[in-house]
């Protein structure tokens, strides 16, 4: 069964606004997540390393303003696109380790009009 | 240049194929491979880990050459149900971070 659920799998927001996704890790405890942005007919690309209760660490070109994390608990990390445009339109993956193995969430397909 | 570079085909084949996928990564000091598969507009599953003596799983086999910084895997007897992305995946330094190619993409014919 899946071990790292997220929420909605599916949100078309309006230019501007700000989406919010959650990604639950179900049954064990994560102190790190990682959020992941795919683009059609591209790789994953990773955005940023969730920490539970310290700052996410964010890779290269990833704005951390615009992308908030937050990692409350030790099962559940939270990415809001803030302000979000045309181009944020993407699937976002989060994903979870446990017992040394990477698990994905569903992803979360957002369309931003 | 990529981290982690695949040949994005597709490759097309008749079902009972054997086809084979081959990667590059450029960190030497990547400690862990995987190969994931991802159906369309599904999330990534791993598929099997790649040790350097080798694995093999059914009719899946995986080969890591550090020296070479390769990584294959090899399908044999291919089924319809192969069809899907094959994603290459490198750790980045034990950091737990992973790092993925572009995917190459696997469709099996009847």
């Known amino acids: 069964g899946a071990v790292v659920s997220q929420h909605p799998s599916r949100v078309i927001c309006k230019s501007g606004t700000s989406v919010k996704i959650e990604c639950r890790s179900l049954d064990f405890q994560a102190t790190t997540m990682f959020w992941y942005r795919q683009f059609p007919k591209q790789s994953l690309m990773l955005m940023a390393t969730s920490n539970e209760g310290s700052k996410a660490t964010y890779e290269q070109g990833v704005e951390k303003d615009k992308f908030l994390i937050n990692h409350a608990s030790l099962t559940l990390s939270t990415l809001t696109v803030t302000s979000a445009h045309p181009e944020d339109s993407s699937f976002y993956i989060c994903?979870?380790?446990?017992?040394?193995?990477?698990?994905f969430g569903p992803g979360t397909r957002l369309t931003v009009t | 240049r990529k981290e982690v570079e695949q040949d994005p085909g597709p490759f097309n084949v008749p079902e009972g194929a054997t086809v084979a996928f081959n990667c590059t990564y450029s960190?030497?000091?990547?400690?862990?491979f995987f190969w994931y598969r991802q159906d369309c507009r599904k999330e990534p599953k791993l598929l099997m880990s790649?040790?350097?003596s080798g694995n093999e799983d059914g009719r899946f086999t995986a080969q890591l050459n550090r020296a070479s910084q390769y990584i294959s895997l090899l399908i044999r007897d291919s089924k319809l149900s192969d069809s899907a992305t094959y994603l290459c995946v490198a750790d980045s330094s034990n950091t737990g971070k992973l790092i993925f190619g572009q995917g190459t993409t696997l469709q099996v014919k009847p």
């Open positions: 994903s979870a380790t446990r017992d040394h193995e990477q698990y």
């Open positions: 790649v040790y350097s």
């Open positions: 960190n030497s000091a990547s400690q862990s």
